[in-house]
């Protein structure tokens, strides 16, 4: 097949996580869009709200020059992007569920504004809206992915990716986020990927160091996956093999018109909330 990204299997980690949590999941929030606005949908949770409103805040200090990225309050810049935020837009049901959500919002911001570490030194900026790259040009399949930080490391002329985590659960070991966003920094900018992090921005107040995976075999891994996912699309075999699970549930509710419409978020996607769930199980996990 030739290479062309417009018709490409594209897949990134939550594509992929998706897949394979429930084919049926992956076919709802990745390629199903609604009739009437051509729109892809999304289910608005306040840990979602929560993880957006900081890695706003957070992501955007990397285009400013160093001396510049805390010359104004950050908490000031938070409470600015919480405003997309409030209520059911972001998946608040009353006001005091959004209070506890916008203090941790609010807490995390201030704990690196005290400890900005390597928020406070050089960084690299991919220039790519999205960055992505061919894992295989001959089967037309991309990967891709937003990086929350590459932090430059002039000793080496290298790079660090750091993530940032503001769920209060500690990725899995085996989790491909971090392999995907190291092969991503390697391919989609010059310099040797040298180091990698996730920050728990809840609980620590430095980034977490973590083992570079052994990326030949990372990219095999997560290679195979597409080449499931693009099987299966062609087959039309997105099924759920339980016929109902608690990937794909919530948004078959979605799809049955059974959710509430509160908008449309910055990536164009048509975002919904779901009244009937109580407060735990609307928890969700911030990735």
Same mark, same amino acid.
């Given at each position: 097949?030739?290479?062309?990204?417009?018709?490409?299997?594209?897949?990134?980690?939550?594509?992929?996580?998706?897949?394979?949590?429930?084919?049926?999941?992956?076919?709802?929030?990745?390629?199903?869009?609604?009739?009437?606005?051509?729109?892809?949908?999304?289910?608005?949770?306040?840990?979602?709200?929560?993880?957006?409103?900081?890695?706003? +805040?957070?992501?955007?200090?990397?285009?400013?020059?160093? @001396? %510049?990225?805390? $010359?104004?309050? =950050?908490? /000031?810049?938070?409470?600015?992007?919480?405003?997309?935020?409030?209520?059911?837009?972001?998946?608040?049901?009353?006001?005091?569920?959004?209070?506890?959500?916008?203090?941790?919002?609010?807490?995390?911001?201030?704990?690196?504004?005290?400890?900005?570490?390597?928020?406070?030194?050089?960084?690299?900026?991919?220039?790519?809206?999205?960055?992505?790259?061919?894992?295989?040009?001959?089967?037309?399949?991309?990967?891709?992915?937003?990086?929350?930080?590459?932090?430059?490391?002039?000793?080496?002329?290298? +790079?660090?990716?750091?993530?940032?985590?503001?769920?209060? @659960? %500690?990725?899995? $070991?085996?989790? =491909?986020? /971090?392999?995907?966003?190291?092969?991503?920094?390697?391919?989609?900018?010059?310099?040797?990927?040298?180091?990698?992090?996730?920050?728990?921005?809840?609980?620590?107040?430095?980034?977490?160091?973590?083992?570079?995976?052994?990326?030949?075999?990372?990219?095999?891994?997560?290679?195979?996956?597409?080449?499931?996912?693009?099987?299966?699309?062609?087959?039309?075999?997105?099924?759920?093999?339980?016929?109902?699970?608690?990937?794909?549930?919530?948004?078959?509710?979605?799809?049955?018109?059974?959710?509430?419409?509160?908008?449309?978020?910055?990536?164009?996607?048509?975002?919904?909330?779901?009244?009937?769930?109580?407060?735990?199980?609307?928890?969700?996990?911030?990735?």
């Amino acid at each position: 097949m030739a290479k062309d990204k417009f018709t490409a299997t594209w897949v990134s980690h939550t594509s992929l996580s998706d897949f394979l949590n429930c084919p049926r999941a992956y076919y709802l929030r990745n390629v199903y869009r609604r009739p009437d606005s051509n729109h892809k949908i999304q289910i608005t949770t306040p840990p979602l709200s929560l993880g957006s409103a900081v890695h706003e +805040v957070l992501e955007s200090l990397s285009v400013l020059q160093t @001396r %510049e990225r805390f $010359s104004e309050p =950050l908490l /000031l810049k938070f409470d600015l992007a919480w405003e997309k935020y409030h209520g059911r837009t972001g998946g608040f049901f009353n006001m005091d569920t959004e209070y506890q959500y916008k203090k941790r919002g609010q807490e995390m911001v201030k704990r690196v504004e005290k400890n900005p570490g390597p928020l406070s030194t050089l960084a690299v900026k991919i220039n790519m809206d999205y960055p992505y790259y061919y894992l295989s040009e001959e089967e037309n399949i991309i990967l891709g992915g937003r990086i929350d930080w590459l932090q430059y490391l002039k000793d080496s002329d290298s +790079v660090k990716v750091i993530d940032f985590k503001t769920g209060r @659960r %500690e990725e899995d $070991s085996d989790s =491909l986020q /971090l392999p995907i966003y190291v092969l991503l920094s390697k391919n989609c900018q010059k310099r040797e990927v040298t180091g990698a992090a996730y920050w728990y921005l809840e609980s620590s107040d430095t980034p977490v160091e973590k083992t570079l995976p052994d990326l030949k075999n990372c990219e095999k891994e997560i290679l195979e996956i597409a080449r499931k996912i693009k099987v299966s699309k062609a087959l039309d075999k997105l099924k759920c093999p339980t016929s109902g699970c608690k990937y794909c549930e919530p948004y078959e509710k979605i799809f049955r018109n059974e959710a509430e419409f509160v908008g449309i978020n910055s990536y164009g996607q048509d975002c919904f909330i779901l009244p009937q769930q109580t407060e735990e199980s609307r928890e969700g996990q911030i990735l």
